[in-house]
């Protein structure tokens, strides 16, 4: 079962891109609304004081000087309550009348425009207020200054910023949140899939993906794949069929042939034609065993022979004992007891006496080693020989069916040996390889350990 | 013996019967399964010789309905689908043993013989002995006159399956089939190393050999060649 880790998941990816571009457009959307709605509050606060300023410019120019400071003194009278701010200054720069001690430094901008903070007691309580203000020069050196406290828009902009920023955590917070549950949801329906599908591809023919019952793409997607394992099965059971059919021919007609070259021997009177019939049935014997390799193979490679729980350590401990006698001190092995695996427990025997075989047949009278070990989760068979070992550019030719490598041509064998070890290889989702054993051939076999649990999670939906 | 061959190949019948014949055995002869399954449920027969798939009713549906109805008669299936796993749905439909086409005469004879033998046999004892030849599967002891012969796991079981089919041809494939429970052509001689092997333990030293190799078929043990 292959659960693919949250880091690598494509889920994940996406939940956490789709987390931070729904960031993006908040800090987008949120801050517009802050520079639009404080360039509105700042333009209506401009307006005012320009309005202001220009008005008492007005009455500067229409009224002595006492009556505008006076004016200036009775607007200044309750600053907090209005919110104005205001300062007379003559023309050497002595203050005159307002409610700001003094004629701040802040530098103004061309047009008149400055900011500074006030500090202004009330109730007992120094109070920090930030003022916006227009300096206008009047006539004969006097300056006014005129100004409102924008405090609010201080505030404003404060809670706006503020705002902004547990936005985005608000949106990092949930969309990191709901992208690992979406992600987790689906990575785990995903590995139930994927589950499911791995059994059913290490045989389980007829088994369907179960279905949520959502009707969701995923369901969608599932009915997809069931589609397709119908049409495997179809494909199979056809193969298969075809398979057995030519079987049952071509075995009915050897068995047929047979039968009339044994029943000739009632006709036989000399010893030349009873070695002619001898002859015959040997032949017919070695096409029935080349036919039999051929169907196993098939047999195999179909797929359609049932797989069980097979101690692959005791198989190949009997073909050892099997073929050990057969050539005294030649063979040996090491054999890691109880080593599980999901097969067929007659063509894995067949495949190892295949090996050994071979390995007896083309190992030059030298040593044959036998070595089963599990390395990871796999049951990993080597067979090592002494003989010429097989080129690096034959190996791939030595798997084929009926092709037999220079050398061989002089022991008996069909060629088919090793076909059938690379067939049953793949049935067992096995991996066959050759290496050097320096000097010699090592054929390795690496069979998948069974796992100890098969059940499937059940989709996380 | 009273062999019912059920077979819709004729001439391979044919070869079959004459063969069986020539043995000594009575051979009745049904082409399809109804007509095989009527015969079979009659009764009367030692063993039955039974194709898998046969026109009208299947091999693997008359050993069951023979099964179901009592009859313990031994059955042999016949068939030209490889034994890899249909030998195992045979057997679980009640068959006794099971051939691939295309068979030896010798290799059906020999099977037949055994499955008559077993058939009449009462529960196997635990001791069996052959001449001087004792093997008990109790205590895992063999000996010979009364000398005790030591012998490797393997070679208790191969000498207890020649003993217990005493006197019939086991054949090479029978011996791997019984002995290491494999189904497949080894190729090489190894059955014949491993009876070798059991020959000089059992046979070397004594006067009359028990072993015997039959040409062409197999292996007997028997006091007599």
């Known amino acids: 079962m292959n659960r693919v880790s949250l880091a690598r998941s494509s889920i994940a990816r996406l939940a956490l891109l789709y987390t931070l571009v729904l960031a993006a457009s908040m800090v987008a959307v949120l801050g517009t609304a802050y520079v639009l709605t404080s360039r509105i509050i700042e333009r209506g606060t401009e307006q005012l004081i320009g309005a202001e300023a220009q008005g008492l410019a007005e009455d500067f120019q229409k009224n002595d000087l006492d009556s505008f400071v006076n004016l200036i003194v009775q607007r200044a009278d309750d600053p907090w309550v209005r919110g104005g701010v205001y300062e007379l200054r003559g023309p050497s720069g002595d203050f005159l009348a307002g409610n700001v001690v003094a004629m701040p430094d802040a530098k103004k901008s061309s047009n008149g425009w400055i900011e500074f903070e006030v500090t202004t007691s009330r109730h007992d309580e120094n109070i920090g207020r930030r003022i916006r203000a227009k300096i206008t020069d009047l006539s004969n050196g006097f300056h006014l200054l005129v100004g409102r406290d924008v405090q609010d828009r201080q505030t404003f902009r404060h809670v706006m910023l503020q705002s902004l920023g547990w936005a985005i955590a608000a949106t990092l917070v949930f969309g990191l949140i709901g992208g690992f549950w979406l992600s987790r949801r689906i990575s785990r329906t995903a590995a139930a899939i994927s589950a499911n599908a791995a059994r059913i591809a290490s045989g389980a023919p007829g088994e369907r993906l179960p279905t949520t019952g959502s009707g969701d793409e995923i369901d969608g997607l599932i009915g997809r794949f069931n589609e397709l394992l119908e049409r495997v099965d179809t494909l199979t059971a056809t193969l298969r069929a075809v398979i057995d059919s030519t079987a049952h021919d071509l075995r009915g007609h050897l068995n047929r042939i047979r039968g009339a070259a044994q029943d000739t021997a009632r006709l036989l009177t000399t010893e030349a034609q009873t070695q002619a019939q001898t002859q015959v049935l040997t032949e017919i014997d070695r096409l029935g065993a080349t036919l039999q390799g051929l169907l196993r193979i098939a047999l195999a490679e179909s797929g359609t022979a049932p797989l069980e729980s097979v101690d692959f350590s005791s198989v190949v401990q009997d073909l050892y004992e099997l073929y050990e006698p057969t050539a005294p001190g030649r063979l040996s092995a090491s054999i890691a007891p109880h080593l599980l695996v999901r097969g067929h427990r007659q063509l894995l025997a067949q495949a190892v006496a295949n090996l050994i075989d071979n390995a007896l047949k083309y190992g030059l009278d030298q040593p044959v080693q036998l070595q089963l070990t599990q390395v990871d989760q796999q049951a990993r068979l080597e067979v090592h020989d002494g003989g010429p070992g097989i080129p690096e550019e034959s190996r791939e030719l030595a798997l084929h069916r009926f092709r037999r490598l220079p050398g061989a041509s002089g022991l008996p064998g069909s060629g088919l040996g090793l076909s059938l070890v690379a067939a049953v290889a793949r049935l067992h989702q096995a991996e066959l390889r050759f290496a050097d054993n320096d000097p010699g051939l090592t054929v390795i076999l690496n069979i998948p350990l069974q796992q100890e649990t098969t059940a499937a999670p059940e989709p996380g939906h | ?225």
Do not use: C
Not at chain 2, 187 to 213: C, M, W, Y
């Open chain 2, 1 to 225: 013996m009273k062999i019912l061959l059920v077979e819709d190949d004729r001439r391979a019948a044919e070869y079959l019967a004459r063969g069986l014949t020539d043995l000594g055995h009575v051979i009745t002869h049904a082409y399809d399964g109804e007509a095989g399954l009527t015969l079979a449920m009659a009764g009367g027969f030692d063993a039955i010789v039974l194709d898998r798939m046969l026109p009208k009713l299947d091999g693997l549906e008359i050993v069951k309905r023979l099964r179901a109805d009592g009859a313990s008669v031994p059955v042999l299936i016949l068939s030209a689908l490889d034994e890899v796993d249909e030998r195992i749905q045979g057997l679980r439909a009640g068959g006794d043993d099971y051939l691939t086409k295309p068979y030896h005469l010798e290799e059906l004879t020999a099977r037949l013989e055994a499955l008559a033998r077993r058939h009449g046999e009462v529960a196997p004892s635990s001791r069996v002995v052959i001449a001087d030849l004792e093997l008990d599967t109790r205590n895992r002891r063999v000996s010979r006159a009364g000398r005790k012969i030591e012998l490797t796991a393997r070679e208790f079981q191969l000498l207890e399956f020649l003993m217990r089919h005493a006197h019939q041809v086991v054949t090479r494939t029978m011996i791997l089939e019984g002995v290491w429970d494999y189904h497949f052509d080894p190729k090489t001689n190894v059955i014949d190393v491993h009876i070798s092997r059991l020959r000089q333990a059992i046979d070397k030293g004594f006067e009359k050999p028990l072993l015997h190799t039959v040409r062409g078929a197999g292996y007997t043990i028997s006091e007599d060649p």
